[in-house]
């Protein structure tokens, strides 16, 4: 009995313990989202008062990129993907000169038309928050952990103005068919917290209630489910893309602002070829395919362009506000091959992105019933897991670590990332297509 009692106040004071620090981070997070949102959108309206300024890309870049190496390298790319790593990696330590540079890179990258995100710094910026508060209070290594991940939860809920898929993915990013369930309460708390503060200071946030879905037919669930396959392949060229520019950077040997600025006139030179749609956060294309309107079919292709350029090559900035473009754009055109309303689709393709390349499919399901309303939950939750499975090993966040696979073929390689997943793939394919051209070879010695 002695035992049992001493266990419920044991749990008792954790709960306590942990509905304070939750808070604190909410708070901490909800005002320095704020504070970034309100930076990013002035920054934002200067540039765009005049007509060209797009063309400030390469020295934006260039500035970026110089900032982050002599500052604070580990806040390169796109913020969310550097939380994972610090948390599998170095228990959740991140400097505390992350967060201003952060900051500053990310509105010179996104003001002057980067294609980026804005979630990612907010998860950072979250997460170094509360990694400097638990190096204040001297937390153990377990606890800087859980702390960390309430920062990435509120990061994303105060962000979005979802606080429940923003505490599920805080918890739901870092595995692979795995949540951690001791974080939970937590996560909630800050993301709630976190919403709301950032509410109370102005934060504008994006609904947009789904009222009209054909009533429920096989013929249109079967059509659900097909366009989850198209979504999760879209993921894949999404991924594949993003590994691609960035083995290309990799082989650029250039001073990197220099070759940062390059990218930035490549960029400029693809906006004056194609469209300044492709610049920037796209929320005037996301809200406007959402309502039905017209979008060309290759918009997705262009934004996939556009994104990994930006943070292949020294940009600083999120993935998921992109995820959202190409997933509307996408999800459109799926609506019109497959006789659908636009709309209706566009709305389930966004979420269904996001499933499929972040690995993230009951954050994204519940992300679907906050913007889009209930009544198309069920269809895009279901389009959720089938992209989250069409996306087998790969990932837009290599340092995500595999807690369950998704086929009993590669069960060995559980509790690796996705990174050593898909070295070891490329090894095998390499090896694969060895094999079969030295057995042509000896079958045909003519070649």
Same mark, same amino acid.
């Given at each position: 009995?002695?035992? +049992?009692?001493?266990? *419920? ?44 300024? &797009?063309?400030?890309?390469? $020295?934006? &870049? ?61 998860? +950072? ?100 489910? $097909? ?8 993921? $894949? ?5 993003? +590994? ?46 959402? =309502? ?77 019933? =906050? ?50 997943? *898909? ?25």
């Amino acid at each position: 009995m002695k035992k +049992q009692i001493a266990e *419920e106040t044991v749990l008792l004071i954790s709960i306590f313990k942990w509905f304070f620090l939750a808070n604190l981070v909410g708070v901490l997070v909800g005002i320095s989202t704020s504070f970034f949102l309100f930076i990013l959108n002035y920054a934002t309206a200067q540039v765009d008062s005049y007509s060209y300024g &797009f063309l400030l890309l390469p $020295l934006a &870049f260039f500035l970026s990129s110089l900032i982050t190496d002599k500052l604070a390298p580990e806040a390169k790319g796109h913020g969310t993907e550097k939380v994972i790593e610090a948390v599998h990696q170095r228990a959740g330590r991140i400097k505390p000169m992350v967060v201003p540079v952060k900051i500053v890179t990310t509105v010179i990258t996104l003001a002057a038309g980067g294609s980026a995100g804005k979630e990612g710094p907010c998860a +950072q910026i979250g997460a170094g928050l509360a990694s400097t508060l638990s190096d204040v209070l001297r937390f153990t290594n377990v606890d800087r952990k859980k702390l960390v991940i309430c920062g990435i939860s509120a990061g994303f809920a105060s962000v979005f103005g979802t606080p429940i898929a923003g505490a599920i993915f805080g918890i739901e990013v870092l595995f692979v068919g795995a949540m951690m369930y001791d974080v939970l309460l937590p996560s909630f708390i800050a993301g709630i917290m976190s919403y709301h503060v950032s509410a109370a200071l102005g934060a504008q946030y994006f609904y947009h209630p789904i009222t009209f879905v054909p009533e429920f037919s096989e013929i249109f669930f079967l059509k659900v489910l $097909l366009s989850g396959i198209l979504f999760g392949l879209c993921s $894949l060229c999404l991924i594949e893309s993003m +590994q691609f520019c960035k083995k290309i950077s990799g082989r650029i040997k250039l001073w990197p602002p220099l070759k940062s600025a390059l990218a930035g006139a490549v960029l400029v030179v693809l906006a004056l070829l194609f469209s300044t749609d492709y610049l920037g956060l796209g929320l005037e294309t996301i809200e406007g395919t959402l =309502e039905g309107g017209d979008v060309i079919w290759w918009a997705f292709a262009a934004k996939i362009l556009f994104t990994s350029i930006t943070l292949s090559f020294g940009g600083s900035g999120g993935i998921v506000t992109p995820i959202f473009f190409v997933g509307v754009t996408c999800g459109s055109l799926v609506g019109i091959l497959l006789g659908v309303d636009p709309a209706t689709f566009a709305a389930i393709g966004m979420v269904a992105l996001l499933s499929g390349a972040a690995n993230t499919p009951i954050a994204a399901s519940i992300l679907a019933m =906050e913007l889009f309303g209930s009544t198309v939950a069920p269809y895009a939750a279901t389009a959720c897991v089938a992209s989250f499975l069409m996306t087998g090993h790969r990932s837009v966040y290599p340092s995500q670590v595999f807690a369950i696979m998704k086929s009993g073929s590669f069960r060995k390689h559980i509790g690796k990332e996705v990174e050593e997943m *898909e070295a070891e793939f490329r090894m095998r394919r390499g090896s694969l297509i060895s094999t079969v051209f030295s057995y042509i070879k000896r079958r045909f010695k003519w070649l």
